[in-house]
C-alpha cells in the first residue's frame, strides 16, 4: 500500500490504473482533489452557468469514470478520458432536454481581485467580467467548448482534439472563429 506522499508523485494516468486493478480509494481520491475544480468549471461553462447542473454532471461524472476504470487505457491523458465522460454526459442531457433555457451566472462564480482597489474600478472591472462572460456563453456550443477547454482546463490543442473527437484543425478552426466573435461581441459592446 503506497503512502498519500508517494500517491501525491505517481501522475494521473498510474494512479488510474491502480484504481483500475483494484485499490480505488486513496488514488481515487488524489485525482479527484487534482481535477474535480478543472472538471467542475468546464462542466458549469458548458451548462451555461447551471450550477445545480454542473454539479450533478460533473458527480455523474466521477461515477461513471469509477463504473469504466476497467475501460481506461493510458493512451490519452487521464484528464481527457475524465473530460470525455462529462461532455458525454452533458451531450445526452442536452439531447434529451426538451427546454432550452439559458441561466444566469451566479454572480458569486465571478471571482474578481478587489483587494486595494477603488469602489469605481472595483465596478468597472466587475462589468468587464461580466462582458466576457455574457459573450462567452453567446458562442455556439462547439466554440464555447474548445474555449473552455484551453484557457480554463488548460488543455493543449492535441488533447482538446482529443476529448472532443474532432481533428487538430477543426480545433484550431473553432478557437480561431471564437476569438473573432469574442472580439466583435465585445468591441460592439465597448
Given amino acids: 500500500m503506497k503512502t498519500a506522499a508517494e500517491l501525491a508523485a505517481l501522475p494521473d494516468e498510474d494512479l488510474m ?32 452557468g447551471n450550477v445545480a447542473q454542473a454539479e450533478d454532471i460533473t458527480q455523474r461524472s466521477w461515477e461513471k469514470l469509477m463504473t469504466r476504470c476497467a475501460d481506461y487505457k493510458p493512451q490519452a491523458a487521464f484528464r481527457t478520458f475524465l473530460f470525455q465522460i462529462a461532455r458525454n454526459l452533458w451531450l445526452d442531457l442536452r439531447r434529451s432536454s426538451a427546454e432550452k433555457q439559458r441561466a444566469e451566472l451566479d ?3 465571478l471571482e474578481a481581485p478587489t483587494e486595494d ?9 466587475r462589468q468587464n467580467l461580466d462582458r466576457v462572460h455574457q459573450a462567452l456563453l453567446a458562442l455556439p456550443a462547439n466554440q464555447r467548448e474548445v474555449v473552455v477547454l484551453r484557457f480554463f482546463s488548460e488543455m493543449s490543442l492535441e488533447e482538446i482534439a482529443h476529448t472532443v473527437g ?10 480561431r472563429y471564437a476569438f473573432t466573435r469574442l472580439r466583435r461581441e465585445l468591441e460592439a459592446q465597448a
Fill in 107 to 109: 454572480d458569486s462564480r
Fill in 166 to 175: 474532432e481533428g487538430f484543425e477543426t480545433v484550431k478552426s473553432r478557437l
Fill in 17 to 48: 490504473l491502480l484504481v483500475a486493478n483494484g485499490l480505488v480509494e486513496k488514488p481515487a481520491s488524489e485525482l479527484f482533489r487534482r481535477h474535480n475544480r478543472a472538471l467542475f468549471n468546464f462542466v458549469a461553462w458548458q451548462c451555461q
Fill in 117 to 125: 482597489l477603488a469602489p469605481e474600478a472595483e465596478l468597472a472591472l
